[in-house]
Protein backbone atom coordinates (compact mmCIF):
# COMPACT_ATOMS: atom_id res chain seq x y z
CA UNK A 1 0.00 0.00 0.00
CA UNK A 2 1.51 3.51 -0.94
CA UNK A 3 1.55 5.56 1.75
CA UNK A 4 0.89 9.28 1.31
CA UNK A 5 1.17 12.31 3.39
CA UNK A 6 -1.68 14.94 2.77
CA UNK A 7 -0.03 17.62 4.14
CA UNK A 8 2.48 18.06 1.60
CA UNK A 9 2.61 20.23 -0.87
CA UNK A 10 -0.29 22.40 -1.49
CA UNK A 11 -2.29 20.07 1.16
CA UNK A 12 -5.79 20.49 -0.17
CA UNK A 13 -8.44 18.20 -1.43
CA UNK A 14 -6.23 17.94 -5.05
CA UNK A 15 -4.22 15.54 -3.58
CA UNK A 16 -6.75 13.21 -2.31
CA UNK A 17 -8.36 13.44 -6.05
CA UNK A 18 -5.06 12.67 -8.15
CA UNK A 19 -4.43 10.13 -5.40
CA UNK A 20 -7.44 8.44 -5.40
CA UNK A 21 -7.96 8.21 -9.06
CA UNK A 22 -4.53 6.86 -9.93
CA UNK A 23 -4.79 4.01 -7.48
CA UNK A 24 -8.17 3.36 -8.85
CA UNK A 25 -6.54 3.52 -12.56
CA UNK A 26 -3.38 1.63 -11.11
CA UNK A 27 -4.72 -0.80 -9.41
CA UNK A 28 -2.17 0.25 -6.10
CA UNK A 29 -3.95 0.70 -2.84
CA UNK A 30 -3.36 3.99 -1.08
CA UNK A 31 -3.27 5.40 2.51
CA UNK A 32 -3.28 9.22 2.67
CA UNK A 33 -2.64 10.46 6.17
CA UNK A 34 -2.76 14.31 7.66
CA UNK A 35 -5.78 15.04 5.16
CA UNK A 36 -6.20 19.24 4.84
CA UNK A 37 -4.68 19.68 8.85
CA UNK A 38 -3.57 23.05 7.76
CA UNK A 39 -7.22 23.90 6.39
CA UNK A 40 -9.41 25.79 8.50
CA UNK A 41 -12.10 22.77 8.44
CA UNK A 42 -9.97 19.90 8.28
CA UNK A 43 -10.31 16.50 7.03
CA UNK A 44 -12.42 15.36 4.53
CA UNK A 45 -15.90 17.26 3.13
CA UNK A 46 -18.56 16.18 1.68
CA UNK A 47 -17.37 17.14 -2.61
CA UNK A 48 -14.11 14.70 -1.01
CA UNK A 49 -16.54 12.33 0.47
CA UNK A 50 -18.75 12.23 -2.98
CA UNK A 51 -15.67 11.88 -5.28
CA UNK A 52 -13.50 9.06 -3.66
CA UNK A 53 -17.51 7.17 -3.71
CA UNK A 54 -17.84 7.59 -7.44
CA UNK A 55 -14.52 5.92 -7.74
CA UNK A 56 -15.37 3.10 -5.14
CA UNK A 57 -18.54 2.82 -7.37
CA UNK A 58 -16.63 2.73 -10.77
CA UNK A 59 -13.82 0.61 -9.63
CA UNK A 60 -15.63 -2.03 -7.22
CA UNK A 61 -12.78 -0.38 -4.45
CA UNK A 62 -13.17 -0.14 -0.97
CA UNK A 63 -12.26 2.52 1.51
CA UNK A 64 -11.80 3.12 5.04
CA UNK A 65 -12.09 6.17 7.29
CA UNK A 66 -14.23 7.72 4.95
CA UNK A 67 -16.23 10.31 6.94
CA UNK A 68 -16.61 13.34 6.87
CA UNK A 69 -14.18 15.76 8.30
CA UNK A 70 -11.75 12.39 8.79
CA UNK A 71 -8.33 13.21 8.43
CA UNK A 72 -7.48 9.25 6.78
CA UNK A 73 -8.24 7.25 4.59
CA UNK A 74 -6.84 3.71 2.92
CA UNK A 75 -8.48 3.83 -0.71
CA UNK A 76 -7.95 -0.55 -2.00
CA UNK A 77 -9.38 -0.54 -6.04
CA UNK A 78 -11.03 -3.36 -7.89
CA UNK A 79 -11.32 -3.42 -11.36
CA UNK A 80 -12.85 -0.21 -13.49
CA UNK A 81 -15.95 -0.95 -14.86
CA UNK A 82 -18.12 2.02 -16.28
CA UNK A 83 -21.59 2.91 -14.77
CA UNK A 84 -24.93 4.63 -14.90
CA UNK A 85 -26.23 6.31 -12.41
CA UNK A 86 -26.24 9.99 -10.41
CA UNK A 87 -24.43 11.03 -8.05
CA UNK A 88 -25.64 13.93 -5.48
CA UNK A 89 -23.35 16.09 -3.64
CA UNK A 90 -25.63 17.31 -2.01
CA UNK A 91 -24.41 20.59 -0.94
CA UNK A 92 -23.03 23.90 -3.61
CA UNK A 93 -19.41 21.08 -3.60
CA UNK A 94 -17.89 21.46 -6.78
CA UNK A 95 -19.36 19.28 -9.45
CA UNK A 96 -15.60 20.18 -11.41
CA UNK A 97 -13.60 18.64 -8.34
CA UNK A 98 -15.41 16.01 -8.43
CA UNK A 99 -15.34 15.38 -11.91
CA UNK A 100 -11.60 15.61 -11.44
CA UNK A 101 -11.48 12.69 -9.77
CA UNK A 102 -14.20 10.79 -11.65
CA UNK A 103 -12.85 11.53 -15.52
CA UNK A 104 -9.88 9.79 -15.06
CA UNK A 105 -11.20 6.53 -13.80
CA UNK A 106 -14.09 6.38 -16.46
CA UNK A 107 -11.55 7.30 -19.32
CA UNK A 108 -9.92 3.50 -18.12
CA UNK A 109 -13.19 1.28 -17.07
CA UNK A 110 -14.09 -1.31 -19.38
CA UNK A 111 -17.26 0.24 -20.57
CA UNK A 112 -19.09 3.55 -21.47
CA UNK A 113 -20.21 5.36 -17.97
CA UNK A 114 -22.87 8.23 -17.62
CA UNK A 115 -23.81 10.16 -14.75
CA UNK A 116 -25.80 13.37 -13.84
CA UNK A 117 -24.11 14.80 -10.65
CA UNK A 118 -26.15 17.57 -8.90
CA UNK A 119 -23.92 20.27 -6.69
CA UNK A 120 -22.40 23.60 -7.50
CA UNK A 121 -21.29 24.75 -11.02
CA UNK A 122 -19.73 27.60 -10.16
CA UNK A 123 -18.35 27.74 -6.85
CA UNK A 124 -15.21 29.46 -4.87
CA UNK A 125 -12.03 27.53 -5.02
CA UNK A 126 -12.85 25.57 -8.14
CA UNK A 127 -13.20 25.75 -12.02
CA UNK A 128 -16.41 27.02 -12.99
CA UNK A 129 -17.93 24.69 -15.14
CA UNK A 130 -17.32 26.75 -18.93
CA UNK A 131 -13.35 26.33 -17.84
CA UNK A 132 -14.14 22.52 -18.56
CA UNK A 133 -16.35 22.33 -21.04
CA UNK A 134 -14.68 25.05 -23.29
CA UNK A 135 -10.74 24.14 -22.11
CA UNK A 136 -10.19 21.14 -20.24
CA UNK A 137 -12.55 18.88 -22.37
CA UNK A 138 -10.99 20.16 -25.71
CA UNK A 139 -7.81 19.93 -24.31
CA UNK A 140 -8.11 15.87 -23.43
CA UNK A 141 -9.64 15.51 -26.49
CA UNK A 142 -6.52 16.35 -27.80
CA UNK A 143 -5.59 13.48 -25.75
CA UNK A 144 -7.50 11.18 -27.82
CA UNK A 145 -10.15 10.67 -25.44
CA UNK A 146 -14.32 11.08 -26.06
CA UNK A 147 -16.18 13.23 -23.60
CA UNK A 148 -19.49 14.91 -22.93
CA UNK A 149 -20.29 17.54 -20.62
CA UNK A 150 -23.95 19.18 -20.74
CA UNK A 151 -25.04 21.73 -18.34
CA UNK A 152 -28.48 21.21 -17.52
CA UNK A 153 -28.82 24.02 -14.66
CA UNK A 154 -26.76 25.91 -12.79
CA UNK A 155 -25.71 26.06 -9.28
CA UNK A 156 -24.31 28.43 -6.77
CA UNK A 157 -22.94 28.69 -3.45
CA UNK A 158 -25.05 28.22 -0.68
CA UNK A 159 -27.92 26.25 -2.32
CA UNK A 160 -26.34 24.73 -5.10
CA UNK A 161 -28.65 22.13 -6.65
CA UNK A 162 -27.01 22.30 -10.26
CA UNK A 163 -27.09 19.77 -12.75
CA UNK A 164 -24.49 18.59 -14.90
CA UNK A 165 -24.57 15.42 -17.21
CA UNK A 166 -21.54 13.53 -17.93
CA UNK A 167 -20.44 10.87 -20.20
CA UNK A 168 -17.18 9.39 -20.30
CA UNK A 169 -16.10 6.57 -23.62
CA UNK A 170 -13.44 4.17 -22.51
CA UNK A 171 -9.98 5.65 -24.40
CA UNK A 172 -7.77 2.10 -23.82
CA UNK A 173 -5.02 4.57 -24.66
CA UNK A 174 -3.99 7.99 -24.49
CA UNK A 175 -1.30 9.98 -26.57
CA UNK A 176 0.99 13.04 -25.38
CA UNK A 177 0.27 16.84 -26.28
CA UNK A 178 2.89 18.49 -27.26
CA UNK A 179 2.59 22.90 -26.68
CA UNK A 180 5.74 24.34 -27.12
CA UNK A 181 5.06 27.83 -28.25
CA UNK A 182 2.47 30.57 -27.47
CA UNK A 183 -0.26 31.63 -29.52
CA UNK A 184 -1.17 34.97 -29.77
CA UNK A 185 -4.84 35.02 -29.08
CA UNK A 186 -6.69 38.14 -30.77
CA UNK A 187 -10.38 36.96 -29.57
CA UNK A 188 -11.89 36.18 -25.95
CA UNK A 189 -15.30 34.23 -25.80
CA UNK A 190 -17.07 34.17 -22.37
CA UNK A 191 -19.81 33.94 -20.99
CA UNK A 192 -22.12 35.78 -18.52
CA UNK A 193 -24.35 34.36 -16.15
CA UNK A 194 -26.72 34.83 -13.26
CA UNK A 195 -29.73 33.07 -11.35
CA UNK A 196 -32.32 34.63 -9.19
CA UNK A 197 -31.16 38.39 -9.76
CA UNK A 198 -32.23 41.15 -12.24
CA UNK A 199 -31.34 40.21 -16.05
CA UNK A 200 -29.09 43.61 -16.13
CA UNK A 201 -26.51 41.65 -13.64
CA UNK A 202 -24.96 39.74 -16.42
CA UNK A 203 -25.28 42.70 -19.15
CA UNK A 204 -22.93 44.72 -16.20
CA UNK A 205 -20.41 41.98 -15.78
CA UNK A 206 -20.16 40.96 -19.43
CA UNK A 207 -19.88 45.50 -20.15
CA UNK A 208 -17.10 45.77 -18.06
CA UNK A 209 -14.97 42.72 -19.02
CA UNK A 210 -15.39 44.09 -22.70
CA UNK A 211 -13.94 47.16 -21.73
CA UNK A 212 -10.90 45.73 -20.32
CA UNK A 213 -10.11 43.02 -22.82
CA UNK A 214 -11.02 45.79 -25.94
CA UNK A 215 -8.57 48.31 -24.32
CA UNK A 216 -6.19 45.67 -24.11
CA UNK A 217 -6.31 44.49 -28.25
CA UNK A 218 -8.69 41.53 -28.08
CA UNK A 219 -11.97 40.98 -30.08
CA UNK A 220 -14.28 39.82 -27.58
CA UNK A 221 -17.95 37.83 -27.74
CA UNK A 222 -19.66 37.21 -24.07
CA UNK A 223 -22.99 36.10 -24.38
CA UNK A 224 -25.74 36.59 -21.48
CA UNK A 225 -27.67 33.92 -19.48
CA UNK A 226 -29.99 34.95 -17.09
CA UNK A 227 -32.17 32.93 -14.99
CA UNK A 228 -34.72 35.80 -13.19
CA UNK A 229 -37.36 33.78 -12.57
CA UNK A 230 -34.92 30.45 -10.87
CA UNK A 231 -35.27 29.76 -7.24
CA UNK A 232 -32.86 26.81 -6.63
CA UNK A 233 -30.16 28.62 -6.43
CA UNK A 234 -28.90 32.57 -6.39
CA UNK A 235 -25.90 34.31 -7.78
CA UNK A 236 -23.96 35.24 -10.58
CA UNK A 237 -20.36 35.01 -12.61
CA UNK A 238 -18.78 35.44 -15.34
CA UNK A 239 -16.31 32.88 -17.44
CA UNK A 240 -13.85 34.02 -20.10
CA UNK A 241 -11.87 32.09 -22.50
CA UNK A 242 -9.25 31.59 -25.22
CA UNK A 243 -7.44 28.41 -26.22
CA UNK A 244 -6.16 26.80 -23.33
CA UNK A 245 -6.53 30.03 -21.38
CA UNK A 246 -9.28 30.88 -19.11
CA UNK A 247 -10.05 33.76 -16.53
CA UNK A 248 -13.25 33.73 -14.29
CA UNK A 249 -14.97 35.69 -11.38
CA UNK A 250 -17.97 34.92 -8.94
CA UNK A 251 -20.68 37.44 -8.05
CA UNK A 252 -21.14 38.30 -4.34
CA UNK A 253 -23.55 40.30 -1.81
CA UNK A 254 -22.61 43.94 -1.98
CA UNK A 255 -19.98 43.61 -5.16
CA UNK A 256 -20.41 45.80 -8.22
CA UNK A 257 -20.96 43.32 -11.11
CA UNK A 258 -18.79 45.88 -13.00
CA UNK A 259 -16.23 44.68 -10.73
CA UNK A 260 -16.88 41.02 -11.18
CA UNK A 261 -16.49 41.39 -15.01
CA UNK A 262 -13.30 43.56 -14.68
CA UNK A 263 -11.41 40.75 -12.53
CA UNK A 264 -12.49 38.14 -15.10
CA UNK A 265 -10.73 39.84 -17.55
CA UNK A 266 -7.78 41.10 -15.61
CA UNK A 267 -7.65 37.11 -14.64
CA UNK A 268 -7.40 36.01 -18.18
CA UNK A 269 -5.53 38.94 -19.38
CA UNK A 270 -2.13 37.77 -17.28
CA UNK A 271 -2.21 34.36 -18.89
CA UNK A 272 -2.92 35.60 -22.25
CA UNK A 273 0.01 38.56 -21.70
CA UNK A 274 2.36 35.83 -20.27
CA UNK A 275 4.64 33.49 -22.62
CA UNK A 276 2.65 30.09 -22.37
CA UNK A 277 0.72 27.78 -23.97
CA UNK A 278 -1.53 26.38 -21.19
CA UNK A 279 -3.00 28.46 -18.29
CA UNK A 280 -1.65 27.60 -14.10
CA UNK A 281 -4.75 26.00 -13.68
CA UNK A 282 -5.08 23.43 -16.75
CA UNK A 283 -1.27 22.81 -16.24
CA UNK A 284 -1.82 20.95 -12.81
CA UNK A 285 -4.94 19.63 -14.45
CA UNK A 286 -3.23 17.74 -17.03
CA UNK A 287 -0.68 15.89 -15.31
CA UNK A 288 -2.06 13.18 -14.44
CA UNK A 289 -3.39 12.64 -18.10
CA UNK A 290 -0.18 13.17 -19.50
CA UNK A 291 1.87 11.04 -17.47
CA UNK A 292 -0.45 8.06 -18.30
CA UNK A 293 -0.40 9.38 -22.07
CA UNK A 294 1.99 6.87 -24.43
CA UNK A 295 4.12 9.18 -25.46
CA UNK A 296 6.05 12.38 -24.05
CA UNK A 297 4.17 15.79 -23.50
CA UNK A 298 5.45 19.36 -23.59
CA UNK A 299 3.99 22.82 -22.06
CA UNK A 300 4.94 26.18 -21.04
CA UNK A 301 3.31 27.50 -17.86
CA UNK A 302 3.55 31.29 -16.52
CA UNK A 303 4.64 29.71 -13.21
CA UNK A 304 5.25 26.61 -11.41
CA UNK A 305 2.23 27.08 -8.44
CA UNK A 306 2.38 25.11 -5.62
CA UNK A 307 -0.69 22.62 -6.61
CA UNK A 308 1.66 21.95 -9.94
CA UNK A 309 3.86 20.90 -8.12
CA UNK A 310 1.55 18.98 -5.58
CA UNK A 311 0.14 16.81 -8.60
CA UNK A 312 3.77 16.55 -9.92
CA UNK A 313 4.83 14.55 -6.83
CA UNK A 314 1.64 12.63 -6.46
CA UNK A 315 1.52 11.24 -9.71
CA UNK A 316 5.10 9.91 -9.64
CA UNK A 317 4.30 7.83 -6.54
CA UNK A 318 2.04 6.02 -8.82
CA UNK A 319 3.72 6.23 -12.43
CA UNK A 320 6.95 5.95 -13.80
CA UNK A 321 7.80 8.81 -15.32
CA UNK A 322 9.60 11.73 -15.49
CA UNK A 323 8.80 15.03 -15.53
CA UNK A 324 11.53 17.81 -16.36
CA UNK A 325 11.39 21.82 -15.57
CA UNK A 326 13.19 24.15 -17.57
CA UNK A 327 12.96 27.28 -15.89
CA UNK A 328 12.94 30.37 -18.26
CA UNK A 329 15.47 32.84 -17.44
CA UNK A 330 12.76 35.98 -18.18
CA UNK A 331 8.99 35.96 -17.20
CA UNK A 332 9.70 33.54 -14.28
CA UNK A 333 7.94 30.85 -16.37
CA UNK A 334 8.55 27.42 -17.03
CA UNK A 335 8.58 24.58 -19.66
CA UNK A 336 7.45 21.25 -18.22
CA UNK A 337 8.62 18.26 -20.21
CA UNK A 338 6.87 14.84 -19.18
CA UNK A 339 8.90 11.81 -20.44
CA UNK A 340 8.17 7.45 -19.98
CA UNK A 341 11.15 5.93 -18.22
Not at 40 to 69: F, M
Request: glycine content about 12%; overall charge positive; proline content about 4%.
Amino acid sequence: MLRIDGSVGEGGGQIIRTAIALAAITGKAVEITNIRVNRPNPGLSAQHLHAVRAVERISGGHTEGLALRSTRLAFTPGKLTGFEGTIDIGTAGSITLLLQCLIPAALFADRTTKVRITGGTDVRWSPPLEVYTHVFLPALRELGCELQLDLKRRGYYPKGGGLVDLTVTPARRLKGLVLPKPEHAVAVKGVSHSCGLPAHVVDRQARAAKHVLKDAGYDVAIKTEPEERGTWTTGSGITLWAGYKSGSALGERGKRAELVGEEAARSILTELQALSTVDVHLADQLVPYLALAAGNSEMRVREMTKHLETNLYITQQFLEVNFTVQKEERGGGAVLVIRKE
